[in-house]
């Protein structure tokens, strides 16, 4: 079960983006995450009339390491760590560590 999630919104806390907040778009695999408008580079992409690429300098969002993310709590309006707890029911939710409110519940 992983900590962030896709929909999530996070804050960058390092990097040349920190600071910035933005919705996690995908998991690129178990340690990076992709999040909207956040760690944008400019590529070179070379024209291929076969595909119908048009060539010339593209803007694209690069993944971020999950270590330099985390989720944005809307009750403090800041970045806060994530844990895990069982209900009693037998269910396992996210809680924020500030204030131990349950995510997405």
Same mark, same amino acid.
């Given at each position: 079960?992983? =900590?962030?999630? !896709?929909?999530?919104?996070?804050?960058?806390?390092?990097?040349?983006?920190?600071? =910035?907040?933005?919705?996690?778009?995908?998991?690129?695999?178990?340690?990076? /995450?992709? /999040?909207?408008?956040?760690?944008? @580079?400019? #590529?070179? @992409?070379?024209?291929?009339? %076969?595909?119908? %690429?048009?060539?010339?300098?593209?803007?694209?969002?690069?993944?971020?390491?999950?270590?330099?993310?985390?989720?944005?709590?809307?009750?403090? !309006? !800041?970045?806060? +760590? @994530?844990? $895990? =707890?069982?209900?009693?029911?037998?269910? !396992?939710? +996210? $809680? $924020? #560590?500030?204030?131990?409110?349950?995510?997405?519940?």
């Amino acid at each position: 079960m992983e =900590k962030i999630r !896709k929909g999530d919104d996070v804050v960058v806390i390092a990097g040349k983006d920190k600071g =910035k907040r933005g919705a996690v778009v995908q998991r690129t695999d178990a340690d990076h /995450v992709l /999040v909207a408008g956040v760690n944008r @580079v400019k #590529k070179h @992409v070379k024209p291929n009339p %076969v595909k119908g %690429v048009v060539g010339g300098i593209t803007e694209k969002e690069m993944p971020l390491h999950v270590s330099n993310v985390l989720l944005y709590n809307p009750m403090t !309006k !800041k970045a806060d +760590r @994530v844990g $895990f =707890k069982t209900l009693e029911d037998g269910t !396992k939710v +996210r $809680f $924020f #560590k500030s204030n131990g409110e349950v995510l997405g519940a």
